[in-house]
Each structure stands twice: as C-alpha cells, then as structure tokens.
C-alpha cells in the first residue's frame, strides 16, 4: 500500500514563497527517488524538481535558482521551497515515488493547486 498527500499550496503574489510537502506512507522510503510535477491548464505535465535517494536534487531550467526540493527521511516527506514565485508558476503540482529522471514511478499524489497573481 503507498500513498502520497501534498499539502502546502495556495495563493500567493508575484515574488512570494510557499513551501509545498509531500507526505509519503510507503515502506522503505529512503530507498525512494522522489519528485515534483506541474500541470498548468492546457499544458502538458512537466517534470519540475527530482531528488535522488541521496539526496541530489535536479531541476527544470525554468526554476533553477527559485526552487529546492529537499527530503525528511524521518518524516517519509519530501519538500518543495518555492521562492520568488512568478504568474507561469500557476499550475497544479504533484509528488510522484519512484520514478528515475528520465520515467515516472507509479504512484501519484493527489496534487496541490499553487496560483501566483501579479
């Protein structure tokens, strides 16, 4: 059984932060990479920040810089900082288990809606 929650999310203004999490019950979840997805309408899915088990966090271009993705391995949560937040940020995010880079694991949160007036 695994299951992931996404918590964090919100409206904010151009320039503001908000710090998304991913509460994850699976077993072993340190053996997990973990990431964060964005969906904003009419666009396709896109990977926004991945995280190794190690903790080696890699990044979507346009967010490099603004956003960190980071890890509690004790709290079977990962994290996604989001700073100097910007109108194209607005989409739904999701936390995805599992996956490599270049492939999507499995499982699937339910997503977090994250909007940016300016």
């Known amino acids: 059984q695994v299951q992931l929650v996404e918590s964090g999310g919100g409206l904010v203004q151009e320039g503001g932060s908000l710090r998304l999490s991913c509460a994850a019950s699976?077993?072993?979840?340190?053996?997990?990479?973990m990431a964060w997805y964005r969906q904003a309408p009419g666009r396709q899915r896109e990977l926004v920040a991945f995280?190794?088990?190690?903790?080696?966090?890699n990044y979507a271009d346009s967010v490099k810089g603004r956003f960190t993705i980071s890890r509690d391995n004790a709290k079977n949560t990962v994290y996604l900082q989001m700073n100097s937040l910007k109108p194209e940020d607005t989409a739904v995010y999701t936390c995805?288990?599992?996956?490599?880079?270049?492939?999507?694991?499995?499982?699937w949160g339910q997503g977090t809606q994250v909007t940016v007036s300016s």
């Open positions: 995805n288990a599992g996956g490599t880079y270049g492939r999507p694991g499995f499982t």
């Open positions: 699976v077993s072993f979840f340190s053996n997990y990479a």
């Open positions: 995280i190794t088990s190690g903790g080696i966090g």
